[in-house]
C-alpha cells in the first residue's frame, strides 16, 4: 500500500464506523462545501481544500510523499519528537520502518481538533438529547477547545519527521469512531442487569484486560457496581475530546443510566454524579487502543508489518490475509 492509499482507507473506514452514519457524513460534507462556497474568494484561498471530501481534520498526512510505498509502519496513541527519534533509531539498527502513525493529532490536525465535534451533537441526539440542545451545551464547548489548543506547539513533532525525512501521519477521529462502533455493538445493542454487569464485561475484552495488568484498568468514578446499569451508552468514545459538562444534566434526562467513558475531568465527574449517572472510565490509552488495533489489523490484512509503540496496547483479532 502507499501512504495515500493507507489514508484513504481511514476516511473509508472512519466514515463507515462514524455515529452519524453515511448519511449524516455526506450531510456534514455538503454543510462544509456551502461554507466554502459562500466564503469571498480571498477567503476561499485560505480554506482547507482536503475538509470537503475528509469529514476528519484530524486525520491527515502531515509529511511525506503520499506514492511511497509502505511496507513497515510504526504506530501509537501519541508521537511527539521523541517517538520520532526513536524511529530513526530503530531504522539505524535496521528496522525500515516506512510510516509513522500517531493517534492524537499534530500540525494542522490538532488546531482544528475541535472541527470533528460536530460529531458529538449527532451522538448525544441518539442518545435521545434533543439535537438543538445538544447543538447549543456543545457551541461554547468547541470554541472553548479551539481557545485551549491554540497556544500549543503544534508542529513540534512534524518539523522532526521533516527534518529526519520520515513520513509522519495521524489518525484520530477514523480510530475514535471505530473503537466507539466496537464498544457500542457490545454494550448499548442489549440490556445490562446492573453497573458491574456492565463492568465484567468491560473487563473481559483482551485489550482491558492488559490494561488492568498495567493498573490502568477500567474504574468506577461514580455511582456502584450494585446500581442498576439503566441504559448504557458508549458516550464519550468519539468527537475530538471531552464535550460540554451540561450534557450530564442532558443525557440522564434523556434516560441514560450508565455512561462508559475513556477519561474525564473531576469537573465532569462531579455533574455526572450530581445527575445520578454511573460514570465508568474505561481508560485512556487502552480505549485508544481498541480503534488503533482495528484499523491496524486491517493494514496487517494487507501485508504491512505493525510496530506498536507509545502506550498501545496491540491486539489482533484478525488472521486472515488479504493483498
Ligand atoms: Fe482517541
Ligand atoms: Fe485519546
Known amino acids: ?35 466554502y462556497e459562500e466564503l ?29 510505498p509502505v511496507k513497515k509502519v510504526m504506530a501509537g496513541i501519541d508521537f511527539d519528537a521523541g517517538e520520532v527519534v526513536l524511529a530513526d533509531r530503530l531504522n539505524e539498527k535496521g528496522e525500515n520502518i516506512d510510516l509513522l502513525i500517531a493517534h492524537h493529532p499534530a500540525g494542522g490536525a490538532l488546531s482544528s481538533l475541535h472541527e470533528v465535534m460536530d460529531i458529538q451533537v449527532d451522538l448525544m441526539a441518539s442518545y435521545g438529547v434533543p439535537v438543538n440542545v445538544a447543538e447549543g451545551v456543545l457551541a461554547d464547548r468547541i470554541s472553548e477547545v479551539r481557545r485551549k ?20 501521519m495521524c489518525i484520530h477521529t477514523v480510530w475514535d469512531n471505530m473503537g466507539w462502533r466496537f464498544m457500542a455493538d457490545i454494550f448499548e445493542k442489549k440490556d445490562h442487569e446492573t453497573v458491574g454487569d456492565v463492568l465484567d464485561i468491560l473487563r473481559s475484552i483482551p485489550e482491558y484486560k492488559q490494561a488492568i495488568k498495567f493498573k490502568a484498568g477500567p474504574s468506577l468514578y461514580t455511582g456502584n457496581e450494585r446500581n442498576r446499569a439503566g441504559r448504557v451508552a458508549v458516550a464519550e468514545f468519539t468527537g475530538g475530546t471531552e464535550g460540554a459538562k451540561e450534557i450530564y444534566e442532558k443525557l440522564s434526562q434523556a434516560g441514560v443510566g450508565t ?48 510496530i506498536p509503540a507509545s502506550g498501545l496496547i496491540r491486539v489482533k483479532r484478525l488472521n486472515k490475509t488479504k493483498k
Not at 470537503?52 to 481534520?57: A, E, G, V
Not at 489548543?149 to 509522519?168: E, K
Not at 465532569?268 to 488503533?292: C, F, T
Request: hydrophobic letters at 35%.
Open 40 to 68: 469571498p474568494a480571498k477567503k476561499k484561498e485560505d480554506f482547507d481544500l482536503e475538509s470537503l471530501r475528509n469529514p476528519y481534520s484530524d486525520t491527515r498526512v502531515l509529511f511525506g510523499d503520499l506514492k511511497k
Open 149 to 168: 489548543i491554540g497556544p500549543a506547539n503544534h508542529y513540534r513533532s512534524v518539523d522532526a519527521a521533516r527534518l529526519l525525512g520520515m513520513p509522519f
Open 259 to 306: 455512561i462508559i467513558s475513556m477519561h474525564t475531568s473531576e469537573e465532569h465527574r462531579e455533574e455526572a454524579k450530581k445527575y445520578h449517572i454511573n460514570l465508568i472510565i474505561a481508560g485512556h490509552m487502552v480505549s485508544d487502543s481498541i480503534g488503533a488495533n482495528l484499523f491496524l489489523d486491517e493494514l496487517e490484512k494487507r501485508g504491512i508489518i505493525v
Open 1 to 35: 500500500m502507499t501512504i495515500q492509499e493507507i489514508y484513504e482507507l481511514a476516511i473509508k473506514l472512519g466514515t463507515e464506523a462514524d455515529p452519524r452514519g453515511k448519511e449524516g457524513v455526506k450531510k456534514y460534507l455538503a454543510r462544509q462545501k456551502k461554507t
